[in-house]
């Protein structure tokens, strides 16, 4: 009878130290659903070989964003159709992280397009385009018209994004010119689609980051993160009627306030300013962003 009771207090306690232990390693490598690509991607810059709309989205960065994957190619994908958020992206860059342990390590990363002396000529916004604070003007009017000059310089700037460069990567971590592909394989395009959509892709060949040249079924759900990046743009001093307000520094528009409030109690010396429509257009621009996202590997069954 003591002989029994010894060997339950022995074995029993063993019995819950084995299956606890189980169970963590099975919390750990949970798989994770992934998006298997059938055909490959074409890397032009089009929405065309995605899914509409995008099923990841930032309301925040104002991105929406997918990842897919073949046996030998990791795609990814980002878009948006806010201007002041493609004027940025131009302007200061898009940075896109890939962790291949499903963390956010920021080692690997896609950077483009490259960004841009933002006080080099033609990079100004009109922003502080006297025009725009005129008062024979309805907001309506306005706004459109700010409206057709970004579309316009993001026409311009998009026609110079012409490098991109790479970090991280196994091999290939410098700069490139888009027209030409590196010896690893790896491409990305962007564009303006028919809808005013900005559409960036990239395809990343697995040889360039992961432990084999082609993943296998043993791969499947597997997790891997994305991160997309962007800094945020200078905010200028706005101008009342044609005049830059010298007084404490500068004026800035308050958020939420259509850009007649001052920061910083300054009285109640800019009441009646007409608004200027940049102040709410623009204001996606002054943000910096991070978007991680954890996929998983996909694999067919």
Partial sequence: MRKNIFLYFIIFP????????SSTRGTSSKKLPGNWQIEPIVIDGNNKDWPSPYPEYDSKAMLGYTVSND???????????????QLKILVNGLTVWIDKTGAKQEVM????????????EGTKT?????????????????????????????????????????????????????????????KVRIAIDSDNEMVWEAVIP???????????KRDKGKPLSVCFETTE????????????????????????????????????GNRGAVTNPASTIMESAYKSTKTWKKFGIAYPN
């Fill in 14 to 21: 063993a019995f819950l130290i084995f299956f606890s232990c």
């Fill in 71 to 85: 046996k030998d190619n990791l795609y990814i994908t980002v878009e948006t159709g806010d201007l002041a958020t």
């Fill in 109 to 120: 990363a896609i950077n483009y397009p490259i960004p841009i002396d933002a006080k080099a």
């Fill in 126 to 186: 009109n922003a502080e385009n006297p025009s725009f604070s005129a008062s024979t003007e309805n907001t309506r009017n306005r706004e459109q018209k700010m409206r057709i000059l970004l579309e316009d310089k993001v026409r311009k700037l998009l026609s110079e994004a012409k490098e991109y460069s790479l970090q991280g990567f196994k091999a290939c971590n410098m700069q490139y010119p888009i027209l030409e592909t590196d010896s690893c394989g790896i």
């Fill in 206 to 216: 697995f040889k360039t980051f992961y432990i084999k040249h082609e993943i296998d």
């Fill in 233 to 268: 743009m200078k905010r200028p001093q706005e101008h009342n009627n044609g005049h830059q307000n010298r007084g404490g520094g500068g004026f800035r528009p308050s958020v939420g306030m259509g850009g007649m409030g001052m920061r910083g109690g300054m009285g109640g």
